[in-house]
């Protein structure tokens, strides 16, 4: 999952979710797909991918709508971290570019020069500064990349009552006919 877009998210589970404390009934068996959505607004610095999932998608086919459910990293911290991209050296690339032109723009001209000679180098620092300064600033505004990779260990943070059937395999109805 990249952040540079608001997109839909999928995961799919690992380990099995028992509705009863007894573990007797099963409600969300391994193999069970999460559809969410992230929000693509991300702010230079942020570490992570705020998540939010919205169905379950079960082996059997069966769906059920779960209403944006907060996604949490093992520990309970809200969002996912996994990957982070800053764009460091695209950030470098934009310093070092803006600094060559400004010391190009003073190395240019010599020391013996008439006013229009001064007035003109002067100009020329003050545009190239300013340029130098725009690029540096769009290399700034340049959002992280953030990526979790498929298959990062998340929670499901369930924070209303969710009234769910016991799971039924499709094949194991049809040999009990």
């Keep these: 999952m990249g952040a540079a877009l608001e997109r839909k998210r999928s995961e799919r ?8 404390c007894d573990r007797q009934e099963l409600f969300r068996p391994q193999g069970t797909r999460l559809v969410g959505k992230y929000d693509s607004v991300v ?15 079960l082996p059997n086919g069966n769906s059920v709508v779960i209403e944006n459910l907060p996604a949490t990293d093992v520990a309970g911290y809200a969002g996912l971290e996994d990957e982070v ?12 570019l803006a600094t060559l032109i400004g010391v190009g723009t003073q190395l240019s001209i010599g020391n013996d020069e008439s006013d229009l000679v ?20 769009r290399e ?10 498929p298959g990062w ?16 395999d499709v094949e194991a109805v049809a040999k009990g006919r």
Excluded at 13 to 20: D, E, K, L, N, T
């Design 85 to 96: 991209d800053f764009h460091t050296w695209q950030l470098l690339k934009g310093v070092a």
């Design 140 to 149: 700034l505004d340049v959002q992280p990349t953030i990526t979790v990779r």
């Design 43 to 57: 702010a230079f610095g942020q570490k992570r991918a705020l998540v939010v999932w919205t169905r379950l998608i």
């Design 13 to 20: 589970a690992i380990c099995p979710a028992a509705q009863r």
């Design 118 to 137: 001064k007035a003109l180098r002067e100009s020329t620092q003050q545009t190239t500064n300013r340029a130098g300064q725009r690029l540096v600033e």
């Design 153 to 168: 260990p998340l929670r499901v943070i369930v924070s209303k009552d969710l009234v769910l059937k016991p799971y039924q």
